[in-house]
C-alpha cells in the first residue's frame, strides 16, 4: 500500500505555518494507518462490534 502524493500534500495544508519534524512524521503515520485501515476493511479484514468487544474485554473490564 502506497500514499499518492495529492493525498499527503492535501494533508499538509492543514498544517501551521511553522512545524516540526516530528508533527510531519505524526501526519504521515497517521495517514498510512487510515490507508492501512481502509485497505483492510476492503478486504474484509475486519471484526464485528461484538467480536471486538470480546477481545478487548480484558482491557475495558473495570479494576476492582
Known amino acids: 500500500?502506497?500514499?499518492t502524493k495529492k493525498k499527503v500534500f492535501n494533508s499538509f495544508k492543514d498544517?501551521?505555518?511553522n512545524f516540526s519534524v516530528e508533527e510531519l512524521l505524526d501526519r504521515i503515520i497517521f495517514l498510512q494507518k487510515i490507508e492501512a485501515g481502509?485497505?483492510?476493511?476492503a478486504n474484509g479484514?475486519?471484526?464485528s462490534t461484538a467480536?471486538?468487544?470480546k477481545?478487548?474485554?480484558k482491557w475495558l473490564t473495570p479494576i476492582e
Open 1 to 3: 500500500m502506497m500514499l
Open 15 to 17: 498544517l501551521p505555518e
Open 38 to 41: 481502509l485497505l483492510d476493511s
Open 45 to 47: 479484514n475486519t471484526f
Open 51 to 53: 467480536e471486538a468487544k
Open 55 to 57: 477481545r478487548m474485554k
